[in-house]
């Protein structure tokens, strides 16, 4: 997966955040939306933001 052409690998090497927990934390959101029933799109844009403030923190 790449956000604004930055690899997500990056990020969770920067963040030593094993890509197993990530992809767990993602299923726990997908499993969040279908729950309280919050549409693709705005799953999508929660994500977004998540990386964006990794990507904020990395960069900062």
Do not use: H, W
Request: proline share 2%; aromatic share 8%; with cysteine.
């Amino acid at each position: 997966m790449i956000i604004k052409n930055i690899d997500i690998k990056e990020i969770l090497e920067a963040f030593d955040i094993p890509e197993d927990i990530f992809q767990l934390l993602l299923e726990e959101y997908k499993k969040a939306r279908v729950r309280i029933g919050i549409s693709e799109e705005t799953y999508s844009k929660m994500v977004e933001c998540i990386l964006d403030s990794l990507v904020e923190q990395l960069y900062t």
